[in-house]
């Protein structure tokens, strides 16, 4: 018994609730600092309020893969938790930036890092159960395409995400201006559309989708690994699934450490690094409509990077099948790093748009590759706690660099956070050079 394949806009429709949730994640990608900032956090604090993101995923995202293992509802086995986990986090996007409505019970700081949490844990509970849902549905040679395709959507949601404040500013005229403690009605209108968007994209999917049954996957299982008679186990489970993880999942492991560790360095420091390094501001200065203008042009470039990815992510199986998986991640791996490197040397805000495009690369390579790799190499039966637990190895770096990422600024970088970006732009490459000794044997090259 084989998967059927599937047409390509039931490819779309599955993965199109991670438009919505990209287009969140974005937003908060792209404006967590500078709200914080407005709250009142300093920024050699800010890789700690971020350190929320991390710890929840790496608390959550197992968990969430063994019970999505083992659930089966009315609306199938992933559906229930990413709904649930829009729902909430919608609840964090409508919040987080009016957290000073809430200044009688709690300092707004207080209040916008808890709507933090609650997005992060929100989008955990979404997002794992999204990438199984992929590896259920389709049949070894359509999960590229379909990662790929997955790649586009959060690509797409992404830019709409990380451009909203920018065109809400400057196409229709809405205030940019803000006071201290409280929130430009510009970026507060961005997080509400995000909150409308996620929900929507989301029951997309829900009602386009339909999963295998237990009972299917498990006769897929016996038709595609028949020596394979492990039970489900308990909770615990998860500690010995750890240990003993395949040899391939263990090298993406390395890859994957340097390749986060990089992003959570560029997600956290690019608004103060440009705005210090770029434009020449103060960092104190984070009220300031010069400083606004600055963090709405690196939602722009942020939206750059992911539309770049979008593009990039429908070559991606084309570039695979030519010189192979690993080869075609570790070329974009090194592209990015490249293109992060390069903002310490760019003469003005417009040439950050080419530095862009290089993290874009990478980016799409990011979201796809390692999981179509990964896929290959993992029982059906463990689709979802495997996949739990490989996401472990983008928090820890995310964890580690949240920890370590302000001091390094305040005490080693003299205060100046572009150094932030070099040193992720020279993680890249090193996980551009662990990409290539990984072992894919379920990767075909033509």
């Known amino acids: 018994m084989n998967k059927r394949k599937l047409g390509f806009w039931e490819i779309w429709n599955m993965s199109f609730g991670f438009l919505g949730i990209q287009m969140g994640f974005a937003l908060q990608n792209a404006n967590a600092s500078r709200i914080l900032q407005i709250f009142g956090a300093d920024v050699h604090h800010l890789s700690w309020f971020w350190l929320v993101a991390p710890i929840t995923g790496f608390i959550v995202q197992p968990i969430i893969g063994y019970y999505s293992d083992r659930t089966w509802t009315k609306l199938g086995r992933r559906r229930p938790f990413f709904l649930a986990g829009a729902i909430l986090a919608s609840l964090g996007l409508l919040l987080l930036p009016q957290a000073n409505l809430f200044i009688a019970v709690l300092?707004?700081?207080?209040?916008?890092?808890?709507?933090?949490?609650?997005?992060?844990?929100?989008?955990?509970?979404?997002?794992?159960?999204?990438?199984?849902?992929?590896?259920?549905?389709?049949?070894?040679?359509?999960?590229?395409?379909?990662?790929?395709?997955?790649?586009?959507?959060?690509?797409l949601g992404a830019v709409i995400g990380s451009w909203l404040p920018y065109v809400l500013s400057n196409y229709f005229d809405v205030s940019k201006t803000a006071t201290v403690g409280v929130v430009p009605l510009h970026l507060l209108l961005s997080f509400i559309i995000g909150a409308v968007a996620l929900v929507i994209s989301i029951l997309v999917t829900v009602f386009t989708t339909k999963e295998y049954s237990p009972e299917e996957l498990a006769a897929f299982e016996a038709a595609t690994e028949p020596k394979t008679t492990e039970g489900q186990g308990s909770l615990l489970s998860i500690i010995s699934d750890f240990k003993t993880m395949p040899h391939t999942m263990r090298q993406l492991s390395w890859v994957q450490f340097f390749s986060w560790f990089a992003l959570f360095g560029m997600w956290v420091f690019s608004t103060p690094a440009i705005a210090h390094h770029v434009y020449g501001l103060s960092l104190e200065d984070s009220n300031s409509e010069t400083y606004q203008e600055a963090a709405d042009w690196v939602g722009v470039i942020f939206g750059v990077y992911n539309a770049v990815s979008a593009i990039i992510a429908l070559s991606l199986p084309m570039i695979a099948k030519k010189i192979g998986r690993k080869q075609t991640h570790a070329l974009a791996l090194a592209i990015s790093g490249v293109g992060?490197?390069?903002?310490?040397?760019?003469?003005?805000?417009?040439?950050?748009?080419?530095?862009?495009?290089?993290?874009?690369?990478?980016?799409?390579?990011?979201?796809?590759?390692?999981?179509?790799?990964?896929?290959?190499?993992?029982?059906?039966?463990?689709?979802?706690?495997?996949?739990?637990?490989?996401?472990?190895?983008?928090?820890?770096?995310?964890?580690i660099n949240g920890i370590i990422g302000g001091p390094l600024v305040k005490y080693l970088y003299q205060g100046n956070p572009i150094y932030a970006l070099v040193i992720s732009g020279l993680s890249l490459l090193i996980a551009a050079a662990l990409a290539v000794r990984v072992d894919d044997e379920d990767d075909v090259v033509n």
């Open 340 to 399: 992060l490197i390069s903002i310490y040397f760019v003469p003005n805000p417009q040439w950050l748009i080419l530095s862009m495009v290089g993290v874009g690369i990478g980016w799409a390579s990011i979201l796809a590759m390692p999981y179509a790799i990964l896929a290959g190499a993992i029982p059906p039966k463990k689709m979802g706690v495997y996949m739990g637990i490989f996401n472990m190895f983008i928090v820890i770096p995310q964890i």
């Open 107 to 155: 300092p707004a700081l207080w209040i916008g890092a808890g709507m933090l949490t609650l997005m992060d844990v929100s989008f955990n509970i979404a997002m794992e159960p999204f990438r199984a849902l992929v590896a259920d549905n389709l049949p070894t040679e359509q999960r590229t395409l379909g990662f790929s395709v997955q790649t586009v959507l959060i690509g």
